[in-house]
């Protein structure tokens, strides 16, 4: 069950805000989480993924994957940097990193839970 704050929903088993519509503070532009994310799956070894932002001197924040792969998937941290570098504008790529995870955490209406992920960061 969640309570709606504005853009936030507040998952009331964990207690974690599920952020919607989120755009990260970045000095040098704005990066939608979403945006990346839509771009990542369409990559054929990208089963799932979510993008947060992680702390940055210079720019605020930058974004950072995580992703769980497809099934007999050897595709690299490197790769998946380089495929969004490919497509979009510096400020959008992906300088704090990728993670490979099992799963992306989700509320029971399919919202990616990404107060558990930044605890992970």
Do not use: W, Y
Not at 9 to 30: A, I, M, R, S, Y
Not at 70 to 91: I, K, P, Y
């Amino acid at each position: 069950m969640t309570e709606t704050t504005g853009l936030t929903h507040v998952d009331t088993e964990t207690g974690d805000p599920v952020t919607v519509g989120v755009l990260l503070p970045n000095t040098q532009g704005k990066v939608s989480p979403a945006e990346l994310e839509d771009l990542l799956e369409t990559h054929s070894d990208v089963e799932d993924c979510a993008v947060i932002g992680v702390p940055d001197r210079q720019s605020g924040e930058v974004p950072k994957a995580f992703v769980v792969k497809s099934r007999g998937s050897s595709v690299s941290q490197t790769d998946l940097q380089e495929f969004v570098a490919a497509n979009l504008d510096a400020h959008k790529h992906l300088r704090g990193g990728v993670e490979f995870v099992d799963q992306i955490p989700r509320s029971p209406t399919g919202q990616i839970i990404r107060g558990v992920l930044k605890k992970q960061a």
